[in-house]
């Protein structure tokens, strides 16, 4: 028996800094728990409740695949059901829009007492922390959340490992530095 849809999601900004890996409900793409994103409750249910990208919501909205709940986060009464509401007919203002920031991945390379570690960083396009050593120095992330990485051992040259996502912490952190468009310190 295949699950029914929900009539209405409550939806929340969210961000951790537990270092995992989400999938998005709506596009099935990774979500790192490190990263601005929200957290949707079909039916304010908090049990089935799903880490989800944040434009992936606002498009499920727009498309009329995720209706949200009144503000209060509640169901919509019977009276209110009867009129409409809770359904994705009724106008987009009871979604409070959620501010987001433009971001972009920088290629960076960072050390660590026993590793040289590669990968995509995502800062801000411009403005407040949008240089790696403001991300770096700023003190409410623990952990440093790459894409795309190529980890090295420092005492084996040669072996490498990939991975999609790695979190590392700030602690272990002993030199970071953004790589050029070509690969090389630039």
């Known amino acids: 028996m295949a699950a029914l849809e929900p009539a209405w999601w409550s939806v929340r900004r969210a961000q951790s800094r537990k270092p995992a890996t989400y999938r998005c409900p709506f596009c099935g793409g990774f979500l790192p728990a490190l990263s601005e994103h929200v957290l949707v409750a079909p039916e304010g249910d908090s049990a089935r409740r799903r880490h989800a990208h944040t434009a992936c919501t606002l498009e499920a909205r727009r498309s009329g695949r995720a209706c949200p709940a009144a503000r209060s986060g509640r169901a919509p009464n019977r009276a209110a059901r009867r009129a409409g509401a809770g359904s994705c007919a009724e106008p987009a203002p009871r979604l409070r829009a959620v501010h987001t920031t433009e971001l972009r991945d920088e290629r960076i390379v960072v ?54 996502f790695v979190a590392l912490s700030r602690r272990h952190v002993v030199l970071a530095m953004e790589l050029g468009p070509s690969g090389f310190e630039g």
């Open 111 to 164: 050390e660590t007492d026993r590793y040289r570690v590669t990968g995509n960083l995502r800062l801000p396009r411009d403005g407040y922390r949008s240089r790696l050593t403001d991300f770096l120095n700023s003190t409410e992330r623990e952990f440093v959340a790459l894409t795309e990485a190529v980890m090295e051992p420092l005492d084996r040259p040669g072996e490498v490992r990939h991975a999609r």
